[in-house]
T-cell receptor, first 114, second 113 residues
Framework: DSGVTQTPKHLITATGQRVTLRCSPR?????VYWYQQSLDQGLQFLIQ???????AKGNILERFSAQQFPDLHSELNLSSLELGDSALYFC?????????????FGSGTRLTVV | GESVGLHLPTLSVQEGDNSIINCAYS??????FIWYKQESGKGPQFIID?????DKRQGQRVTVLLNKTVKHLSLQIAATQPGDSAVYFC????????????FGKGTRLSVIA
């Protein structure tokens, strides 16, 4: 157990629907990162939050949004889902906001859009 | 744009042999590098890191080498075991303050018993 909790582990939904992925960071970590991993692809950075505020944005689609709550857990919202959104979505956390220490990853949410 | 890449997508190694996984990076401003291991169905797991003021760092059975001159990173695994079978990713920080870690596409290591 890495200390980063992601729910649900698996999600199957239809095109056009909206889903919410949840992440609880490791105790004491202030930063939360969301990454998308498609088949045979690396980890694509989506968005980062630090202590409740958006810190950095990557290749995140306009149909996707995220937020970090006062208790530091984060949610990634995916709407108007398309078949191509099927992927593994990972959350990672770190103590600091800068990328000068390693991230701790959760076990991911596998999203299947049918 | 700048990116992190890997020379080989797959690597097969005999059990007990040493493994070497390579990574090329192009962002000369990066000053922090990490290797992650991802087993099937799991999230990436931190293996070892290195900062740009070092050229070698050793852990338990693993060694990371950094060659800043040619922007090359490698992970050496000694006495490879079946449990080492996984996908290995290198990552760099880009060092632009708020740039999150950038990951390469990964190398799959298969250990032959």
């Amino acid at each position: 157990d890495s200390g980063v909790t992601q729910t649900p582990k698996h999600l199957i939904t239809a095109t056009g629907q909206r889903v919410t992925l949840r992440c609880s960071p490791r105790s004491g970590d202030l930063s939360v990162y969301w990454y998308q991993q498609s088949l045979d692809q690396g980890l694509q950075f989506l968005i980062q939050y630090y202590n409740g505020e958006e810190r950095a944005k990557g290749n995140i689609l306009e149909r996707f949004s995220a937020q970090q709550f006062p208790d530091l857990h984060s949610e990634l919202n995916l709407s108007s889902l398309e078949l191509g959104d099927s992927a593994l979505y990972f959350c990672a956390s770190s103590v600091r906001g800068a990328a000068d220490y390693g991230y701790t990853f959760g076990s991911g949410t596998r999203l299947t859009v049918v | 744009g700048e990116s992190v890449g890997l020379h080989l997508p797959t690597l097969s190694v005999q059990e007990g042999d040493n493994s070497i996984i390579n990574c090329a990076y192009s962002n000369s401003a990066s000053d922090y590098f990490i290797w992650y291991k991802q087993e099937s169905g799991k999230g990436p797991q931190f293996i070892i890191d290195i900062r740009s003021n070092m050229d070698k760092r050793q852990g338990q059975r693993v060694t990371v080498l950094l060659n800043k001159t040619v922007k090359h990173l490698s992970l050496q695994i000694a006495a490879t075991q079946p449990g080492d079978s996984a996908v290995y990713f290198c990552a760099e920080n880009g060092n632009s303050g708020n740039t999150p870690l950038v990951f390469g596409k990964g190398t799959r290591l298969s250990v032959i018993a």
